[in-house]
Every structure is written in structure tokens, then in C-alpha cells.
């Protein structure tokens, strides 16, 4: 029975338990298998025919357990991959991409969104396009945080000095623009959130991964 059958999802690592977390806050009765791809982390700063290629081997490796639907909790697998997914997956699939995006867009109320996202979701756009094709006039910058991920994967939290030191360096420019949203494009940033509040008072954090759930 449907009701019976799990919701499966992958991320690169921990970051898409930012995901778990919230989707047993929504849905409590469901069940959930969660594979985190702890042995090629970080996914972001590698090529898109590596991030497809490792995202259909999750994507294979969940299907074993007959779930009613998989969620790709990896922004970057999402920008990269989510589309070529959907063509072969023989269940619903969502990413973390548009839910994120329609978020931003709704909290913004017509400013500014600032992008905070892996070297490879920045590249891809994918950002960029979701929110324009809600919003075509809405400003949209976005911010590379290399080795953010690799930091959080660590169990550097938002009070680690290293990691605090590195998050106002990329925000620095992002502090200047002002804008009305700071979306979070990486399931993992959720788990530093309060560093980035304090860092940008004046804008809303948005969290892509409560967005999905």
C-alpha cells in the first residue's frame, strides 16, 4: 500500500537531514530511508557528469527499498541532475531547487535575493532561473561558499571560529547589497543558519530544505 511505502532521500553527506528534520516536524507519520553520501563528499565542487553520475547511483540505491517517492536533498545533484532523474525514476522525485526558490520569492515581496550555494549550483543558474521564471524582475545575486561544506561535514558548528571567519568573508560583498532574502542553496547551511543571521540582520533566511518538506 502507498501509505506504507517510505519517502527515500539522498544528499552528499549530512546536509539533507536539515530535510529529515523538517519533514518529520510535517509529515511524523511517515517513514523515511536516508542515504547521505558521506564517502564522495562534498558534490559541489565537482563536474556535472560526476554529480549525474553519482546521483543516479543514490537514486538506484533507494529504489531497492520500493519508496512512493525520492526527494533530492542535494541542491547541487538538484541543479545538475534533478531533470535526468525525473526522465528515468519510476516514482515522483522532487528537488530542493524550486521549492527553495518559490520560498525566496515569496518572502522577498519584491527585493533583492542573495544566493548562498555551492560552486557548482551557482554555475549551473539554477537559482537564477527558478526565481526569475516566478519573478522575472526580482534582483538575484549569488554567493560561491567553497569549503562550507566540507567545514559543516567536519561538526564545525556557527560558533566555530574557522568556519564563522570564512562565512563573513563570502558575505562580506553580500552585506553591502542588502538584500530583502538570503535563500540558503545547500541543505547543509541550515545547521550554521544562526551564524548567518547575526551576519545579515537586516535580510530573512530562507532555508530551501523546510521549503521542500
Known amino acids: 500500500m502507498m501509505k506504507e511505502r517510505p519517502i527515500a532521500m539522498f544528499d552528499s553527506g549530512l546536509g539533507g537531514l536539515t530535510v529529515v528534520r523538517a519533514l518529520q516536524e510535517f509529515l511524523p507519520n511517515e517513514d523515511i530511508i536516508y542515504f547521505g553520501d558521506t564517502a564522495r563528499v562534498p558534490y559541489g565542487i565537482k563536474s556535472s557528469r560526476t554529480v549525474l553520475k553519482f546521483a543516479e547511483q543514490d537514486c538506484d540505491f533507494l529504489l531497492r527499498f520500493k519508496p512512493k517517492m525520492v526527494i533530492v536533498a542535494c541542491n547541487t545533484a538538484s541543479a545538475l541532475a534533478l531533470d535526468e532523474l525525473d526522465s528515468k525514476c519510476p516514482v515522483p522525485?522532487?528537488?530542493?531547487?524550486?521549492?527553495?526558490?518559490?520560498?525566496?520569492?515569496?518572502?522577498?515581496?519584491?527585493?533583492?535575493?542573495?544566493?548562498l550555494a555551492t560552486e557548482a549550483t551557482v554555475a549551473s543558474e539554477a537559482y537564477t532561473k527558478a526565481i526569475q521564471a516566478l519573478s522575472p524582475y526580482l534582483p538575484v545575486i549569488q554567493q560561491r561558499c567553497p569549503s562550507l561544506?566540507?567545514?559543516?561535514?567536519?561538526?564545525r558548528s556557527g560558533n566555530d571560529p574557522i568556519l564563522r571567519a570564512l562565512l563573513k568573508e563570502y558575505l562580506e560583498h553580500v552585506q553591502q547589497l542588502r538584500p530583502a532574502v538570503v535563500l540558503l542553496g545547500c541543505t547543509h547551511y541550515p545547521l550554521v543558519a544562526d551564524a548567518i543571521i547575526e551576519l545579515m540582520p537586516g535580510s530573512k533566511v530562507v532555508d530551501s530544505a523546510r521549503a521542500t518538506a
Open 149 to 155: 561544506v566540507s567545514l559543516i561535514e567536519e561538526g
Open 93 to 115: 522525485i522532487l528537488g530542493v531547487v524550486k521549492p527553495g526558490a518559490a520560498e525566496a520569492v515569496k518572502q522577498a515581496d519584491g527585493g533583492g535575493v542573495a544566493v
